[in-house]
């Protein structure tokens, strides 16, 4: 099994709809949380930190459960310029390997 | 630059020929993290560096992948006997400071392998 899962999707939404994403992860041990954006043949960069609490960014919102060992990403009023694939990542503590999951990709559609 | 700077960005290798990438992380970066993604798929982690010392080199597929960052800086992965299998884009990635600590982690544009 691998450390950190997601849905590949592709997710195909009209423009507007809102959108969510699952990720879970096997280690119990694993304490910082992250979403990536990749954007095609791009390199990957951050698009906000999970915190235990929940936190939302403009029309995203990330939370995490530590309970049942997954994280997940909400977009709202999809944008055309949301399409890309979002990677969730995982870090233990003990010597920060981070690792990422496979990717989820959206394509929004007019 | 400001970024993560990797070079070649492209290479193709005939099967067999030895490939040695480079990365110059961001400036006073401490760690440094090589990963490998295939067309599809998400980085695959391969090791890691924490200034000179290589911490976590449990991704590298085989003994024929090495990687080094001798002077705590810029950092080279080299491969040797280059296979079909190899062919990725291989990512250099890094932060401030340990990850865990909320340091982002910067990626550079990564060197896209073809071995034929």
């Known amino acids: 099994r691998k450390e950190v899962e997601q849905d590949p999707g592709p997710f195909n939404v009209p423009e507007g709809a809102t959108v969510a994403f699952n990720c879970t992860y096997s280690?119990?041990?694993?304490?910082?949380f992250f979403w990536y954006r990749q954007d095609c043949r791009k390199e990957p960069k951050l698009l906000m930190s999970v915190y235990s609490s929940g936190n939302e960014d403009g029309r995203f919102t990330a939370q995490l459960n530590r309970a049942s060992q997954y994280i997940s990403l909400l977009i709202r009023d999809s944008k055309l310029s949301d399409s890309a694939t979002y990677l969730c990542v995982v870090m233990k503590t003990s010597y920060d390997k981070v690792i990422f999951g496979p990717g989820t990709s959206l394509s929004v559609i007019p | 630059g400001a970024g993560v700077s990797q070079s070649p960005r492209y290479k193709v290798a005939k099967r067999g020929q030895d490939v040695a990438l480079r990365c110059d992380p961001i400036s006073g970066h401490v760690s440094l993290f090589w990963y490998q993604q295939a067309l599809g798929q998400g980085p695959e982690f391969l090791t890691y560096f924490q200034n000179e010392a290589q911490l976590d080199k449990s991704g590298l597929p085989s003994d024929r992948f090495f990687a080094e960052r001798p002077e705590g800086s810029v950092s080279t992965l080299k491969i040797q006997r280059t296979q079909q299998e190899d062919s990725a884009v291989y990512l250099c990635?890094?932060?401030?400071?340990?990850?865990?600590?909320?340091?982002?982690?910067?990626f550079g544009e990564g060197s896209w392998l073809t071995v034929v």
């Open positions: 280690n119990s041990a694993s304490q910082s």
């Open positions: 990635a890094s932060s401030l400071q340990l990850p865990s600590g909320g340091n982002t982690i910067y």
